[in-house]
T-cell receptor
């Protein structure tokens, strides 16, 4: 069961363009994490969002946690080829059998 | 500070064999989690170990098992390999266990089943 749905699944854009990727669920999260995975490597944590409505900026990346804590978005301004990778959102359940769930991922390609 | 180290990086096995993968966490990290990543299913949680005890387990058959040693190093074993076990197996460590703990991933072991 995919509890975290990401869109779009694939995205190919020109260098300098802006883009937004989304992470949606019907569940409420206490926190959400965003990771980027480059080819041949493991995912690397970008940010953790905790509070509904929270906005966090990491250079050209802006992360937003929905007010109801059911969704999140990642906006990249003036994309660069170095932004190419698989973007994953993830959360950890706090109930019995708590484990990390990762989203379906958005594969981003930035063309020079 | 050394990152998470996974060995081997690549492995080729045949159906019916078994395999053991190794993970050395970041020094001081006590939680180690294992994940399977495939193009069709994405990243799926296998299990988490903390202080040599399995804390959580994902929805995988009993052929998948693991253990953690007193130095926090972890191994994952898959028995009676099937073609569908071909995947990238990722290990992640964190200082503690908990919902806000960031996962520090290794670069994975690419397992191919012939």
């Amino acid at each position: 069961t995919q509890l975290l749905k990401q869109s779009p699944q694939f995205l190919s854009i020109q260098e300098g363009e802006n883009l937004t990727v989304y992470c949606n669920s019907s569940s409420v999260f206490s926190s959400l994490q965003w990771y980027r995975q480059e080819p041949g490597e493991g995912p690397v944590l970008l940010v953790t969002v905790v509070t509904g409505g929270e906005v966090k900026k990491l250079k050209r990346l802006t992360f937003q946690f929905g007010d109801a804590r059911k969704d999140s978005s990642l906006h990249i301004t003036a994309a660069q080829p170095g932004d190419t990778g698989l973007y994953l959102c993830a959360y950890r359940t706090s109930n019995t059998g708590n484990q990390f769930y990762f989203g379906t991922g958005t594969s981003l390609t930035v063309i020079p | 500070k050394a990152g998470v180290t996974q060995t081997p990086r690549y492995l080729i096995k045949t159906r019916g064999q078994q395999v053991t993968l190794s993970c050395s966490p970041i020094s001081g990290h006590r939680s180690v989690s294992w994940y399977q990543q495939t193009p069709g299913q994405g990243l799926q949680f296998l299990f988490e170990y903390f202080s040599e005890t399995q804390r959580n387990k994902g929805n995988f058959p009993g052929r998948f098992s693991g253990r953690q040693f007193s130095n926090s190093r972890s191994e994952m074993n898959v028995s009676t390999l099937e073609l569908g076990d071909s995947a990238l197996y990722l290990c992640a460590s964190s200082p503690w266990t908990g919902s806000n703990q960031p996962q520090h991933f290794g670069d994975g072991t690419r397992l191919s089943i012939l």
